[in-house]
């Protein structure tokens, strides 16, 4: 059994570190990683780290950038990664030691190293990432269920050497800096990122982090779990953010969205929020209709704003108050209509196409981002019609429906447009006459718009007053008769 007599580790003056302390270090540390040690490790032990760090830190504050290859440089830096390795060992699933530690003062003196290495990270040692990343492990085992661990990282750490930490070009220190701060953010920390640059600028990073890391999973729990429930912070970041991080940040919450759990993590402010976004810069995606803007974020955006509140608007109940949201259904309904009128006026992606052979092409309309985008549209007219007569009144009053009609045949360029038409169309004639009247009118005006309809599989039929959409009988299909 180890005791504190058996340790030298507080007992040597600064300038005679030796490779005997680092082994006697490393046998601390291996003892660590057994429970029944761990639990019962004499506090002495424990209180050696403190002492240890301490006298590290004046070391390391001693040598420059250009002392990290020398032999004393390197053995600093070796036990300092090792101590931090203890450390973080010493915390695994034991409250006692955390206590311990952090009454040591462990944290704060950490937290200074880590500054100090900082400095030196231009270097190219491993030994010195190798510190960095075992200190940024042991203030996440520190932390975890410990309040007053997290209290103390944040006082001491934040937002200065967690920003620092965050700009390293090693992917694994990120990833545990990532995971400190995942462990400590609150309610109440998640709100203050907006209340001060630099802290902004911490969250800005972590969403950046997002698409320049995305096999790290860190940084998407970070802004799914903790940034998107505050919608004053998603606000400010979407407003302070290029092009580029904005469609990040919209492809981040439309993964959420797609986890298809009813109790979404963000509010209902933010969809509406979003909502506006849309309403405001919509007629950016026409610039797509030029071959050279097919890259255009501006666009993109939109085009990732439609495809969200087509998910929040598909039977989510949280967000069905996005049917009341001023104006959103006439700008759908008028973007769609300027899409429309686009498509047919010269061939460009909006114009309706019967490609299917170059599907499988890259280079070719299939890989184009606005494909499928008026079968979203109409979509989203589908879902805020659904069950709301005021909408479906104003589709009427915006000569929505014949648009509508007119987007009913196959289209390379948008895959289940029809079904989407029929959907939308479904949706805005339930239980409202008058619109059923203008369905009966088109087809009573000639065969065209009823051949739109008979193309689609559907015929109108009339009972008790009302018309109903009845798939064809067999015999009455196009083209066997």
């Not at 490393?26 to 639990?39: H, M, S």
């Not at 006298?55 to 290859?69: G, N, R, V, W």
């Not at 704060?108 to 990343?133: E, N, P």
């Not at 659904?386 to 648009?403: K, M, S």
Request: aromatic letters at 6%; charged letters at 25%.
């Amino acid at each position: 059994m180890l005791s504190a007599s058996s340790l030298k580790l507080g007992e040597m003056p600064a300038d005679t570190f030796t490779v005997e302390h680092l082994s006697s270090l490393q046998t601390v540390t291996k003892a660590l990683r057994d429970e029944q040690f761990r639990f019962s490790v004499e506090v002495d032990i424990l209180g050696r780290f403190s002492a240890l760090l301490s006298k590290l830190s004046d070391e390391i504050q001693a040598f420059s950038e250009e002392d990290q290859e020398q032999q004393s440089a390197s053995l600093c830096l070796q036990l300092t990664a090792e101590c931090f390795r203890a450390q973080r060992n010493a915390c695994v699933q034991c409250p006692r030691n955390q206590c311990i530690l952090r009454d040591q003062g462990c944290i704060q003196v950490s937290l200074g190293i880590l500054g100090k290495l900082l400095k030196l990270s231009s270097g190219t040692s491993d030994y010195l990432f190798d510190a960095l990343r075992c200190g940024i492990q042991f203030l996440g085992n520190i932390a975890v269920g410990n309040q007053l661990c997290k209290a103390d990282i944040w006082d001491y750490g934040f937002p200065h050497i967690f920003l620092d930490l965050l700009e390293l070009s090693d992917e694994k220190a990120v990833a545990y800096t990532c995971m400190v701060l995942h462990t400590c953010l609150d309610e109440d920390k998640t709100e203050q990122l907006r209340t001060e640059p630099r802290q902004m600028k911490v969250a800005m990073k972590v969403t950046e982090l997002c698409r320049t890391l995305p096999d790290v999973d860190w940084m998407v729990l970070i802004v799914t779990q903790h940034f998107f429930k505050s919608t004053e912070l998603t606000e400010r970041m979407y407003a302070d953010m290029n092009d580029q991080e904005r469609l990040t940040l919209l492809e981040l919450i439309l993964a959420q969205l797609g986890e298809g759990k009813e109790d979404s993590l963000i509010p209902l402010r933010t969809a509406q929020f979003l909502a506006s976004c849309f309403q405001h810069s919509c007629r950016a995606v026409l610039s797509l209709s030029s071959v050279s803007s097919d890259d255009d974020q501006k666009a993109l955006a939109v085009i990732r704003l439609v495809d969200i509140l087509c998910e929040m608007t598909s039977d989510q109940r949280m967000f069905m108050a996005l049917q009341d949201h001023t104006d959103l259904l006439h700008t759908t309904v008028d973007l769609l209509k300027e899409v429309h009128l686009l498509g047919k006026a010269s061939k460009n992606v909006f114009s309706a196409a019967q490609e299917f052979s170059t599907f499988t092409r890259p280079g070719d309309a299939s890989t184009h981002p606005a494909l499928s985008f008026k079968a979203h549209l109409i979509r989203l007219i589908g879902n805020l019609c659904h069950g709301h007569a005021a909408n479906q009144d104003q589709v009427r009053e915006l000569d929505g429906i014949a648009l509508i009609l007119d987007n009913c045949s196959i289209d390379s360029n948008n895959p289940f447009i029809s079904q989407w038409a029929v959907f939308a169309i479904r949706n805005i004639l339930e239980h409202n006459l008058e619109n059923q009247n203008v369905v009966q009118g088109l087809r009573r005006q000639g065969v065209a718009d009823d051949s739109m309809l008979k193309e689609m599989g559907f015929r109108v039929e009339e009972r008790d007053g009302s018309l109903l959409l009845r798939p064809l009988k067999k015999e009455e299909e196009p083209g066997e008769r």
